[in-house]
């Protein structure tokens, strides 16, 4: 969709007017010329110093037309960054119920695009502010529906009874380790993921990459007396490498982390089933390793075929009652909601097998369709619901978490996801995952090790963001990680030294 932007000239504003126009339109292009346009949209925005007052009018080719306004007062915001704030959202605000109108769509997270709204709640509530105070505000200024700030406040609570240190554990880290293979690419990926077959020369390269980046960072952690809180492995799917070389690298993990005991919580991702056998999950107990993650997607085989995952539903069961019968307690799986072919009923038959596993933890997401993958290449060849369908499947899994005794406990969006939804964790009781806790919630450091291992620093004392990258591909991070090691480790001194 191309809009006619008249009345913005302040070039601040154009970014959140895409990202308003992006949840009612595919890809929208904005346009400051006429010609060639669809939609054109026209504001007026009048700034006495005191107040704004913002007018937006959408017109398209058949004469429709669809107009609001809107004046907010400024004199409470003095600084110059906060005020602007306040003029942007009022602009949010003004086009989103322009379009709502125009389109008939309701967008329930309203003004709302970033990807943690949680983190904007728990922002609010360092705040000061009461929970009616956030409610108030969520409904007025940002046009988000009740069960959206609902469900915000439902997560935050939970958040902060399982980890109720969460504000203040920004002297400690949690750990990221990325391990870039998995057994075939599935279609929907943009994951560093490999297929590991016929690359063992590749393979062994990058675990001795991994060795030396823990041993490193491992090192500095030990001078610097800083503690880990959690430690994720993820990928590609890191149970794809064999039992002996798991062996080995939980051993460089133990050997060099420091505070053992007070790591509170180690997940391995075993997301593909096809990769779980009896001596992988020996080496996850020897080194009492017990949250994984078995990722069934679906109980439709045609499904499974259809997205490239090579395994079948029967092996998901299977090796979901090995990992039980072997001792792993705490077990997360994933679901996707509108997957290609798939609508209600099809994710229905999805939750009544749930029920017969009942894993300790479930994250359900919402299909995105992501600029890189497969499936957004072909997008013609993939058949997803609809708008209406997909939102009904996410009204079930709601239902049918809640009448099981799971609670929500983290959530995050995407851009380009079905319906404008958004993906939650749902656990039982005292099961949540801290490692996600912490990575939504941006209240601390995650170090990222391994390929594609995106490091995110959150300087302590004035939690000023900075981020830094692992390369994706296993050739770049052979050639460069004693040199990616050493970058981080100078923002860690950076960060962490001054008194
Ligand atoms: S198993 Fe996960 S990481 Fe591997 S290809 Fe599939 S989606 Fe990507």
């Not at 690298?249 to 075993?270: D, G, K, W």
């Not at 299977?318 to 209600?344: C, F, Q, S, T």
């Not at 079905?418 to 990575?439: F, K, R, T």
């Not at 692992?470 to 100078?490: L, M, Q, V, W």
Request: aromatic share 10%; charged share 25%.
């Amino acid at each position: 969709m191309k809009v006619y932007i008249k009345g913005v000239e302040d070039e601040r504003f154009h970014r959140p007017i895409r990202l308003i126009s992006n949840l009612f339109f595919e890809e929208t292009e904005l346009s400051f010329q006429k010609e060639g346009t669809e939609l054109e949209a026209v504001f007026q925005i009048e700034d006495n110093g005191h107040s704004v007052f913002i007018y937006g009018q959408v017109t398209d080719e058949s004469g429709k037309v669809c107009k609001a306004e809107r004046e907010k007062d400024l004199t409470g915001f003095t600084d110059e960054k906060e005020r602007f704030k306040q003029i942007k959202n009022t602009l949010s605000f003004v086009y989103l119920t322009v379009l709502q109108e125009y389109t008939g769509i309701v967008q329930k997270w309203g003004i709302l695009t970033g990807i943690r709204p949680t983190k904007l709640y728990h922002k609010k509530r360092q705040e000061g502010l009461t929970e009616e105070e956030i409610f108030k505000m969520f409904k007025e200024e940002y046009l988000i529906h009740d069960e959206k700030i609902r469900l915000m406040q439902q997560i935050v609570n939970r958040q902060l009874k399982a980890v109720p240190d969460l504000y203040s554990l920004g002297d400690e880290v949690s750990i990221y380790i990325g391990i870039p293979f998995c057994p075939t690419k599935c279609a929907y990926c943009t994951f560093p993921a490999y297929a590991i077959n016929g690359r063992q020369g590749s393979v062994d390269s990058f675990l001795g990459g991994l060795h030396y980046e823990i041993g490193e960072i491992g090192r500095w952690l030990k001078d610097n007396n800083i503690k880990i809180t959690t430690v994720y492995y993820g990928g590609g799917t890191p149970t794809s490498i064999t039992a002996e070389e798991m062996d080995m690298l939980y051993e460089q993990m133990i050997e060099s982390f420091p505070h053992l005991e007070h790591i509170r919580e180690i997940t391995v991702e075993a997301g593909r089933p096809d990769t779980i056998t009896p001596e992988k999950l020996d080496v996850l107990n020897k080194y009492k390793i017990d949250r994984i993650s078995i990722n069934p997607q679906s109980y439709i085989q045609e499904t499974l075929k259809a997205i490239g995952r090579h395994h079948t539903v029967e092996e998901t069961i299977e090796k979901y009652h090995l990992a039980r019968k072997m001792g792993m307690n705490n077990i997360n799986m994933d679901l996707i909601i509108g997957l290609p072919g798939e609508g209600v009923a099809e994710f229905d038959y999805t939750l009544a097998e749930t029920e017969k596993l009942m894993p300790e933890s479930l994250t359900v997401h919402t299909l995105s369709f992501k600029r890189a993958s497969e499936m957004t290449r072909n997008k013609q060849k993939y058949k997803v619901a609809s708008r209406e369908e997909i939102t009904e499947m996410m009204d079930n899994a709601v239902q049918w978490t809640s009448s099981h005794g799971y609670t929500p406990y983290y959530l995050y969006r995407q851009k380009n996801i079905l319906g404008n939804l958004e993906n939650v964790g749902y656990a039982l009781e005292g099961q949540d995952s801290i490692y996600n806790i912490m990575i939504m919630e941006e209240q601390q450091s995650i170090i990222g090790l391994g390929c594609g291992a995106a490091s995110k620093f959150i300087d302590p004392k004035t939690g000023k963001i900075m981020h830094f990258a692992n390369p994706k591909d296993p050739k770049s991070y052979n050639d460069g990680f004693a040199e990616y090691t050493e970058k981080k480790i100078e923002i860690l001194n950076e960060m962490y030294s001054r008194s």
